[in-house]
């Protein structure tokens, strides 16, 4: 189960400064979609406003439309908790809750939420969600202990644990390697295309082979200036976009030869 | 490997419709939560309010009556004459405590900040920080039976040395004045002076202290080039604050001083001789349990006065404070 | 940069063909000796300092501890008159207890709760006022809060009215602000990260307060709580004027005086300052800086035990 998402004429602001404009998506389900582009050009912001973790920041708003399963998810009647609920993230730095076991920060989604779950039940969710994010067989001896006494590699994998225990249509992952070592890369990067076979991922990075390796489709994020708002560039298929890009200013980012 | 060892998102949970009107999970408990933690914020600011208020209600009665009226309690005096000898003697013995901790306060603080080695910085910082968690009484204690047999020597033979000078004449035992309770309120306001200054020295960029190395400068030069000018608001602030705590102490004066007869009215400038001053404070402590009626009121009158010495001094101090912060900010 | 100008005993800033020599000038002697001066004033500061922490510590000891006896911690002071030498402090340590628990159930959930406001909720005007107005309230005088208890209670109840729910009051209004203060530090140590996670997995911000901030940042809370609870169990002007002090415990909080161990200090130094009553007010004053010892060791104990690390 995993649904698409239709981006029209979304604007971002941070109070009164524009920083993301005129963003026209479509993001396809079952498949995963990259948002490269250079620093400051608000692909990670555009991703925070999919599930609208944008608004946490004060003042942050948004204009225009995102729209999953036919709802506007900025519609008047739709809470944004209801929202993170179905569309999940994972960030840049791993950040396991570190006063919870393995285990406690895998049901972290369920019990934070003050569900009851009974003890079969859960055990069965951990289990499911670690074999999900290919770390069961990692932890399985130690649910009990700290999650913040695992590697980098591991903290995030068990993040990524976290947010599909939620079963979530969606998951939106900012820049989830940027903070590992190339063999826990290596190993999230596997974990992605696994996951993509129930799961519509949208990914921000900042790696281009990481994006070519990984992705269905790319979407390129510019400046004109700096100063000016982001905007995408153009999308396409990850092979066109790295073969053969319509723009020019996505073929000098591309190849390396940009400012 | 296989797929079915995942959560299925299908029958998992079964997702629910993003714009169902019925179902906004923790809308209620946002907004309890938010109101009451609002409702504590603003119940601390109506507190400050009511100090005030509940003073000023009380105090109404002597503010309004004739001199007559409460000559009893206050031996003729009138409720301003009353006040202001108190008003006076506070003053004067904060005053006296500051120049004896504020100079010492700094000595410390650059002690801690950039004279100690790091590893005695910490407990020597911590051995200042335990003077203030003693109690105000157990001060008064070790003033009255340490302090005083122990300055008596000392203040005879200021007083006769420099006999000349009014304002350390006259000198007689016990050493039950004014300065004696002033050494105490220095002792008591030593810590948050230093710990106040020790912040801003720290705070001193890394640039300018090396820029002053780089220069040649010794230790000293350090301190005093780099140093201290930087921290010179944070000074100022700690010392307001230190000004506010000895203002508004009670138990040490109580303890120590013996005030001056109850009904006279002095402003007297000899602080090494006892039976001249008192203060607001102390003055409310000795007198309430005999107090009743008006003359509560003309007590509550005097611990106005205190709140609104006192409440303009920590404005002042913080509002440096707040200045300072905004501006180191913005480098 | 100002440091150059200023600098009254350093070279001449023309550089000279000589070959350069480190030795030791007569103006760097005297910079010298102005250096190893200060050095010395400034330790000689510390150890000044250290003189009325040692005396007092060795002064309370000594003489406190020629009174602490079993009898002395469990007998109260019925029926003790003149020069009779027996007599405790049973009733005022329990009604220390008793006011200073009063005044933490007071002031804990509203320093908390105003805390939280400050750091997760507050934005603008409000927050700054009141972050102001805390830092201001920190420099009430102790007494000036005991006569607000007894202008209070004056009006709602009576003149008359002593009981240790005034003085309960009165050491919350001193006590208010240091929680606030102490509160809103350690939430701000709790890294966003973490409150993002929350948002991310569809935890509403209250549950993500209270489970995910309040629980990582436990530890740093409860230190605070038991670090302002140290400052204001020692408070003795307040409780002068609100409870005063009687011979007997009495468990009523809201009717009638009550002991205090800091009041019960002051009235036997005040009733007989070379006698008995001295040598009651030295061990007055041990046991109850035992307590804030025992207060500030719990807290180091609390925050070094069970803190979370932070990278």
């Not at chain 1, 791993?94 to 934070?112: C, D, H, Q, R, Y």
Request: proline share 5%; charged share 15%; aromatic share 8%.
């Amino acid at each position: 189960m995993s649904k698409r998402i239709d981006v029209s004429d979304l604007d971002i602001y941070y109070g009164d400064f524009l920083a993301v404009k005129g963003v026209n998506m479509a993001i396809e389900p079952r498949s995963v979609t990259a948002l490269i582009g250079p620093s400051g050009c608000g692909k990670s912001t555009f991703l925070r406003t999919l599930n609208r973790m944008h608004e946490v920041i004060p003042k942050a708003r948004v204009e225009g439309k995102a729209v999953m399963d036919g709802v506007d998810i900025y519609g008047r009647d739709v809470d944004p908790v209801e929202v993170r609920r179905q569309i999940g993230m994972v960030f840049q730095r791993p950040n396991p809750f570190p006063t919870m076991s393995i285990k406690e920060n895998v049901l972290a989604g369920v019990k934070l939420n003050n569900k009851r779950l009974s003890r079969s039940d859960a055990d069965a969710l951990v289990e499911r969600s670690l074999r999900g994010a290919n770390l069961w067989n990692e932890v399985k001896d130690r649910l009990d202990k700290p999650g913040s006494g695992l590697s980098g590699g591991q903290q995030q994998r068990l993040c990524i644990a976290r947010a599909i225990a939620v079963s979530p249509q969606v998951l939106l992952m900012d820049e989830p390697c940027s903070a590992l070592d190339p063999i826990s890369t290596l190993a999230i990067e596997d974990l992605i295309a696994e996951l993509k076979a129930d799961y519509t991922i949208v990914i921000v990075t900042h790696n281009m082979q990481q994006a070519s390796r990984v992705s269905d489709r790319t979407g390129f994020f510019n400046l004109e200036a700096t100063g000016k708002p982001g905007q995408l560039v153009e999308m396409d298929d990850t092979t066109t976009m790295f073969s053969a890009p319509s723009q020019k200013q996505t073929e000098d980012y591309i190849s390396g030869r940009f400012g | 490997m296989s797929t079915d060892v995942r959560p299925d998102p299908v029958d998992a949970v079964a997702p629910e419709p993003l714009s169902d009107h019925t179902k906004h999970p923790g809308r209620f408990g946002n907004r309890l939560f938010s109101g009451i933690s609002l409702a504590s914020g603003i119940l601390i600011l109506a507190t400050l309010v009511a100090v005030a208020a509940f003073l000023l209600r009380e105090a109404l009665p002597a503010i309004t009556s004739s001199t007559q009226d409460i000559a009893d309690f206050t031996r003729g005096l009138s409720l301003g004459q009353y006040i202001a000898p108190l008003v006076f003697g506070t003053v004067l013995a904060a005053i006296i405590a500051l120049v004896i901790a504020v100079p010492l306060s700094i000595a410390i603080a650059l002690f801690i900040a950039h004279y100690a080695p790091k590893r005695l910085a910490g407990p020597v910082a911590y051995a200042i920080d335990l003077l203030a968690a003693i109690p105000s009484v157990v001060y008064g204690l070790w003033g009255f039976y340490w302090l005083v047999p122990l300055v008596g020597p000392f203040f005879d033979w200021v007083s006769t040395t420099f006999s000349f000078i009014p304002l350390l004449a006259d000198y007689a035992p016990p050493a039950k004045n004014i300065t004696s309770a002033a050494v105490v309120l220095a002792v008591m306001v030593l810590p948050i002076v230093t710990a106040v200054s020790r912040e801003v020295f720290l705070q001193t960029p890394r640039l300018h202290i090396e820029a002053s190395l780089a220069l040649g400068a010794t230790r000293w030069e350090v301190a005093r080039m780099a140093i201290l000018p930087f921290g010179r608001s944070g000074v100022i602030s700690a010392s307001m604050l230190g000004l506010g705590r000895a203002l508004g102490e009670t138990m040490a004066v109580l303890m120590i001083l013996a005030p001056f007869a109850k009904g006279s009215s002095f402003f007297s400038w000899h602080i090494l001789q006892s039976a001249q001053h008192q203060t607001i404070a102390a003055n409310i402590a000795q007198q309430i349990r005999e107090a009743h009626g008006l003359s509560v009121s003309v007590l509550i009158a005097s611990g106005l006065a205190l709140f609104a010495i006192t409440l303009v001094v920590n404005m002042i101090a913080r509002w440096i404070v707040s200045r300072r912060a905004a501006f180191s900010g913005a480098n | 940069m100002a440091v150059q100008t200023q600098s009254p005993t350093g070279p001449t800033p023309t550089p000279t063909d000589a070959a350069p020599s480190f030795a030791t000038t007569a103006s760097g002697r005297r910079r010298k000796r102005t250096n190893t001066i200060m050095a010395v004033v400034v330790t000689v500061a510390f150890l000044i300092a250290l003189i009325p922490l040692i005396s007092l510590l060795v002064e309370v000891v000594v003489r406190g501890g020629k009174m602490i006896s079993w009898d002395f911690l469990t007998t109260d002071m019925a029926g003790v008159f003149g020069d009779m030498t027996t007599g405790g402090v049973e009733h005022a340590i329990l009604g220390t207890l008793q006011i200073t628990a009063l005044a933490t159930l007071i002031s804990a959930p509203i320093g908390l709760l105003a805390a939280i406001y400050l750091v997760e909720y507050g934005t603008g005007r409000l927050a700054k006022t009141l972050t102001f107005f805390v830092d201001v309230m920190t420099g009430i005088p102790s007494i000036v809060a005991g006569l607000f208890a007894v202008a209070l209670f004056a009006l709602l109840v009576g003149p008359a009215y002593r009981s240790g729910l005034m003085a309960a009051v009165a050491l919350s209004v001193l006590m208010i602000p240091v929680v606030v203060r102490s509160c809103e530090e350690m939430l701000r140590l709790v890294p966003n990260e973490l409150r993002e996670a929350a948002y991310a997995l569809g935890v509403p911000k209250w549950l993500t307060i209270i489970k995910v901030v309040l629980r990582t940042s436990l530890a740093g809370i409860v230190t605070s709580i038991v670090l302002a609870i140290a400052r204001v169990i020692g408070e003795t002007a307040p409780l002068l004027l609100t409870v005063g002090i009687v011979t007997t415990v009495n468990t009523n909080m809201l009717d009638g005086r009550v002991a205090t161990l800091p009041v019960f200090a002051y009235s036997q130094y005040a009733q007989d300052s070379q006698g008995v009553g001295a040598d009651r007010a030295w061990g007055a004053a041990l046991v109850l800086i035992v307590m804030i010892m025992l207060l500030n060791l719990v807290a180091r104990f609390i925050s070094r035990r069970f803190s979370i690390a932070e990278k």
